[in-house]
């Protein structure tokens, strides 16, 4: 099976349209669904099914954010700011099908919210208000650093490890209030019990990975609401088993329900309560 970029320089140019949170919390998911469809493809042909007609991607530079001419250097205008993990698994602008100039994106492991990654976002949101219609924290499912903020959690005999770096402790302990929400959550919905299932930690990591979006995207939304940015904060986490990006374990976003991809960030810390408890009944739910 052939995968083809084509180009043709006499075909209408096609500028970028996003104008509004909308439009552009719709080319973040129709980007993801292009990614999945094509990995999805590929899957197909290495079982031996589905089609192998070639696919043609087109390409075009204006499209992919690329000077049209050479020597060209263009501003800078992403639609969206993304902070998400370092994990090597998820590259930010590929899951979301995205191109040059689409994105501002910071990549820090378990997607924390430091001092210095703060100050690039404030950088975005006052230089680049023109074209930027959306702030996202982005987690993924089996989050090395969760799992660590997890494994220090059941058994604090692991903390030594950590504790020897303060950088890495730092991260951890960042991590920790969204794993604590978590625990708290699942006893909530699933009773004193559930201490002792033998899945507990994997309950507890799958719960923590999007609670721990939250933690951040509540941070940051509270940030960005004391600068009075115009631009939402939502969030969302990318799932390896199905390759999408999600609000919530198990949701499915499409055109018509752009929540269940990205939610809007927590307003407060009751909201971030209600959500880690929903998030905890979905993570239930899918174990039964
Ligand atoms: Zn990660």
């Not at 703060?118 to 982005?138: M, N, P, Q, R």
């Not at 987690?139 to 490890?161: E, I, K, M, R």
């Not at 990318?238 to 960030?265: C, E, I, M, Q």
Request: glycine share 8%; net charge negative.
């Amino acid at each position: 099976m052939d995968v083809i970029y084509r180009y043709d320089p006499f075909a209408p140019l096609v500028p970028r349209e996003v104008t509004d949170t909308e439009s552009a919390l719709a080319r973040l998911l129709g980007g993801n669904q292009r990614f999945g469809e094509l990995v999805g493809r590929l899957q197909e042909r290495t079982m031996g099914r589905g089609s192998d007609e070639p696919l043609v991607i087109p390409m075009c530079p204006v499209a992919w954010g690329l000077p049209l001419f050479q020597g060209q250097v263009l501003s800078q205008t992403p639609f969206a700011a993304i902070l998400a993990c370092s994990d090597a698994r998820v590259p930010t602008e590929t899951i979301f099908d995205q191109w040059f100039n689409d994105l501002f994106v910071l990549r820090l492991a378990g997607n924390v919210l430091g001092a210095e990654c703060l100050g690039s976002l404030h950088y975005a949101i006052k230089h680049l208000a023109e074209s930027l219609e959306l702030v996202v924290v982005l987690g993924h499912s089996n989050c090395g650093a969760v799992q660590a903020a997890v494994s220090t959690y059941l058994s604090p005999t692991n903390f030594a490890d950590i504790a020897y770096t303060y950088s890495l402790r730092s991260l951890i302990d960042q991590i920790q209030i969204a794993v604590r929400g978590s625990a708290h959550a699942l006893h909530e919905e699933g009773g004193s019990r559930i201490r002792t299932d033998e899945k507990y930690q994997e309950l507890l990591t799958a719960t923590a990975v999007y609670v721990n979006a939250a933690v951040s995207a509540l941070e940051l939304r509270r940030e960005l609401t004391e600068r009075k940015a115009r631009q939402p904060v939502v969030f969302g986490v990318y799932d390896f088993g199905t390759l999408s990006v999600k609000a919530l374990p198990g949701a499915v976003g499409s055109a018509t329900n752009l929540a269940a991809f990205l939610g809007a960030a927590p307003a407060n810390p009751d909201e971030l309560s209600a959500y880690a408890r929903e998030v905890a009944r979905a993570v239930l739910r899918m174990n039964e």
